[in-house]
């Protein structure tokens, strides 16, 4: 089992920077992918950003790749989402999950992750 929550959301300007947080809890942390993912309103919940359970692979949408960067500290079980450059099509819940078995194009589909986190509003005005 794995229980996730997302703190660092929030309402910034056009151009702002916002860094997401998602700790975790549970002893088998490290052996997860994790992924973001975010949700609009009156829009399906679309894949953000995804990093393998070592680090060694990372996963993005074109269209954020190079304004947000997806980390993870295995030894303080939390992975991390800075977004930067932010728009006001950003403005969605983000939410993190976590994954087992996850490789390659598993990373993008939301339907591979087993555990979620409750979310967190980010809202970019313009």
């Known amino acids: 089992q794995v229980h996730l929550v997302e703190s660092g959301g929030g309402s910034v300007q056009d151009g702002g920077s916002l860094k997401l947080s998602c700790a975790a809890s549970?002893?088998?942390?490290?052996?997860?992918?994790m992924g973001w993912f975010r949700q609009a309103p009156g829009k399906d919940r679309e894949f953000v950003a995804a990093?393998?359970?070592?680090?060694?692979?990372?996963y993005y949408v074109d269209s954020m790749k190079g304004r947000f960067t997806i980390s993870r500290d295995n030894a303080k079980n939390t992975v991390y989402l800075q977004m930067n450059n932010l728009k006001p099509e950003d403005t969605a819940v983000y939410y993190c999950?976590?994954?087992?078995?996850?490789?390659?194009?598993?990373?993008?589909?939301?339907?591979?992750?087993?555990?979620w986190g409750q979310g967190t509003q980010v809202t970019v005005s313009s």
């Open positions: 990093i393998s359970w070592i680090s060694d692979r990372t």
């Open positions: 549970g002893r088998t942390f490290s052996t997860y992918g």
């Open positions: 999950a976590a994954g087992y078995y996850l490789s390659g194009n598993y990373y993008y589909s939301e339907r591979r992750y087993d555990y």
